[in-house]
């Protein structure tokens, strides 16, 4: 399966998050990670990007947010800790296991 985390180059935070996707995938072999930069407005809207880093698993998003308008904008995650502009490690891991399980 593949997760793949979207990004724009002026995104603090999409690197935090790529590399907590990665620690997942070194420890589920099935999992890939692919990094899809989001380089205009244009291809926001068109990819339906609400914010950087949006992560997708087999292209759906783990974290929906639907009231935000596509964009070249960084999102915020509510975590335990607070905002914080990427998810937390247990948060992906969740959110992994629930989108599985509801392919399955």
Not at 5 to 14: E, K, T
Not at 34 to 45: G, I, L, N, S, Y
Not at 90 to 103: K, M, T
Request: charged fraction near 20%.
């Amino acid at each position: 399966m593949e997760i793949t985390v979207q990004y724009f180059d002026g995104c603090p935070n999409w690197e935090t998050a790529a590399e907590r996707v990665a620690m997942i995938a070194a420890e589920r072999s099935e999992l890939t990670v692919k990094r899809q930069r989001v380089a205009t407005q244009a291809e926001a809207e068109a990819l339906d990007f609400r914010g950087s880093p949006t992560l997708l698993l087999a292209g759906a998003a783990l974290f929906a947010a639907p009231d935000a308008p596509p964009g070249l904008s960084c999102r915020v995650y509510l975590t335990p800790n607070g905002l914080a502009g990427s998810p937390t490690l247990e948060q992906l891991r969740d959110a992994i296991a629930h989108a599985e399980a509801a392919v399955e």
